[in-house]
């Protein structure tokens, strides 16, 4: 859990941003609900190596370097995540990993970074993806075992969900990294319902791949983010999906803005989110997905109509985003109409 600063700033990140953002984290309560680390993204690096082919921090955005960042970003008492890329440049165009995974490894654990995020931008031709990233993976434990290694390598795969190849690669990732992205980047030109029911079905048939410190990564929620256009009701949906399927809540958004705190701060979703394992399809109504892990329950319309759902579910309900009170059924039935791509998510007792 924590926050990442592409969505928010894209390329123009700078350090005292990340450390506005960390310090937010702290001021708001988000860092003692669980969101304790903070990544910089791309863009963070100088266009150029060192003479020994070091990677540098870009002097113009972050003066004091990296290893500052991180000491006062530890003294907040977060972790410190950056950004790499497996191949020749990262997607903005900055040096890449490739050729140097165990320097880069190495500067990164130098530093006191406790999260790498590794890009698939820019992978030199011919190349196994899967071999490069276990590769960086492995210089990545021998620099220090206890970073996180989150990595994009399904992501070429993930507009093809099902596909041998996308399976492959989901397959690999598991067995090397942490968390593996295995949807494509959120998109203002995509409706925010379709975006997050494809994310979810890209996820479910993932199930066997997800345990405890092994998850799959649906992307950033988008609570809080000014730039999307995403409603109130579509970031609870997101939050509602990511926490069913155990997806890491990184948010990257305004941390300071109302809808970001009531999203991000629900303990409920976040206690959902931090069960321990992925939820599984149970049932099928229609267009109506039922999905569920123990404790809790959703309802999702994959379709772009209303729909109507009368669903036996033994216990008793309470709406995640509710007051508290036990939802209302019907002789034991739970009867709703869900709006098209709607999501309903609730704890069950």
């Known amino acids: ?17 990340i450390l506005k953002s960390a310090r937010e984290l702290v001021s708001t309560g988000l ?8 990544v910089i993204d791309d863009c963070w690096m100088a266009q150029k190596r060192s003479a020994t082919g070091a990677l540098l921090p870009d002097a113009a955005t972050f003066p004091d370097g990296i290893r500052y960042v991180a000491n006062v970003v530890h003294s907040l008492g977060l972790e410190l995540g950056i950004y790499a890329s497996a191949g020749t440049a990262t997607c903005a165009g900055r040096p890449g990993s490739y050729g140097h995974y165990g320097q880069d490894a190495q500067t990164f654990a130098s530093w006191g970074v406790d999260f790498v995020k590794l890009d698939s931008c820019h992978l030199p031709n011919g190349a196994n993806p899967a071999t490069l990233f276990k590769q960086f993976g492995t210089a990545l ?8 290694y989150s990595q994009e390598l399904p992501v070429s795969a993930a507009r093809s969900p099902g596909s041998p190849r996308f399976s492959a690669l989901v397959a690999a990732s598991s067995t090397t990294s942490n968390m593996w ?36 990564d649906l992307d ?16 609870e949906n997101q939050a509602d999906v990511w926490a069913m399927e155990s997806s890491p809540m990184i948010a990257s958004g305004d941390l300071t803005s109302g809808a970001a705190l009531t999203v991000l701060g629900n303990k409920t979703v976040i206690s959902i989110d931090q069960e321990g394992v992925q939820g599984k399809l149970v049932d099928t109504q229609g267009s109506i997905d039922v999905i569920a892990k123990p404790g809790s329950v959703m309802l999702v319309n994959t379709s772009s109509s209303r729909a109507d759902v009368r669903y036996r579910i033994p ?4 709406n995640v985003w509710g007051n508290g009170r036990p939802a209302r059924t019907s002789d034991g039935y739970l009867c709703r109409t869900l709006p098209g791509y709607g999501v309903l998510m609730f704890t069950v007792r």
Do not use: K
Request: net charge negative; proline share 4%; aromatic share 10%.
């Open 141 to 148: 434990r021998a620099a220090n075992p206890r970073i996180v």
């Open 315 to 318: 216990g008793q309900l309470t």
């Open 1 to 17: 859990m924590g926050w990442n600063d592409w969505y928010q700033d894209r390329c123009t990140v700078t350090e005292s941003e």
């Open 181 to 216: 992205r295995i949807a494509p980047d959120e998109s203002t030109a995509v409706d925010a319902g379709v975006s997050i029911i494809r994310h979810l079905e890209a996820d479910l048939p993932l199930y066997s791949y997800a345990s405890p410190g092994h998850w799959n």
């Open 31 to 38: 860092a003692a609900d669980g969101y304790n680390t903070v």
């Open 220 to 235: 950033m929620l988008l609570a809080g983010n000014s730039t999307f256009g995403y409603s109130l009701s579509a970031q």
